[in-house]
T-cell receptor
Framework: GIQVEQSPPDLILQEGANSTLRCNFS?????LQWFHQNPWGQLINLFY???GTKQNGRLSATTVATERYSLLYISSSQTTDSGVYFC??????????FGTGTRLKVLA | GAVVSQHPSWVICKSGTSVKIECRSL??????MFWYRQFPKQSLMLMAT?????????EQGVEKDKFLINHASLTLSTLTVTSAHPEDSSFYIC???????????FGPGTRLTVT
């Protein structure tokens, strides 16, 4: 089956710093989403981005489907950005496969 | 829009009893709902997919007689953990998709502890 690897697995930032999270997948996909899981476990939709680039405030994402990767950019990080970031891909099976996750901690 | 609720948010039960978890789409019709399980510091693992009015499709290795899923309406799916054992303790999360939208929207999760 498809493999979905995220890097880095852990990241510690000082408040105000920028970061790039990466999601690599081993096969072609029809859909891709980025999520933020907050400390209470709730998954928050960040981007639905099977291809191209999107921006929402301090966050932006780019998916290059032909090269099988997606990037999530966080600028001017805040302590509330802490949590786990997951990408999830749908390889044409109508169900998502979740990546390994990036655990982010932003220090004040 | 696109809000999914889960109830209860946490539950403690004794070994051998059954527990039902509800997942509701509050402001859209969910043609497909998904149930995931997450262990501490791990990723989400899909357990099953359910479409309204039809039987759920379980992932390999998931016992369908232990994890009963019912998707009786376009806004409600339930997961029943039967004869729960301590190893069933986990964080269970549902998601829903519908309205011609490919995005999945997630509920807040249910933390199950079996003693």
């Amino acid at each position: 089956g498809i493999q979905v690897e995220q890097s880095p697995p852990d990241l510690i930032l000082q408040e105000g710093a920028n970061s790039t999270l990466r999601c690599n997948f081993s096969d072609s996909v029809n859909n891709l989403q980025w999520f933020h899981q907050n400390p209470w476990g709730q998954l928050i939709n960040l981007f639905y981005i099977p291809s191209g680039t999107k921006q929402n405030g301090r966050l932006s994402a780019t998916t290059v489907a032909t090269e099988r990767y997606s990037l999530l950019y966080i600028s001017s990080s805040q302590t509330t950005d802490s949590g786990v970031y997951f990408c999830a891909v749908e390889p044409g099976t109508y169900k998502y496969i979740f990546g390994t996750g990036t655990r982010l901690k932003v220090l004040a | 829009g696109a809000v999914v609720s889960q109830h209860p948010s946490w539950v403690i039960c004794k070994s051998g009893t059954s527990v039902k978890i509800e997942c509701r789409s509050l402001d859209f019709q969910a043609t497909t709902m998904f149930w995931y399980r997450q262990f501490p510091k791990q990723s989400l693992m899909l357990m099953a997919t359910s479409n309204e009015g039809s039987k759920a499709t379980y992932e390999q290795g998931v016992e369908k007689d232990k994890f009963l899923i019912n998707h009786a309406s376009l806004t409600l799916s339930t997961l029943t953990v039967t004869s729960a054992h301590p190893e069933d303790s986990s964080f269970y999360i549902c998601s829903a998709r519908g309205g011609g939208n490919y995005e999945q929207y997630f509920g807040p999760g249910t933390r199950l502890t079996v003693t």
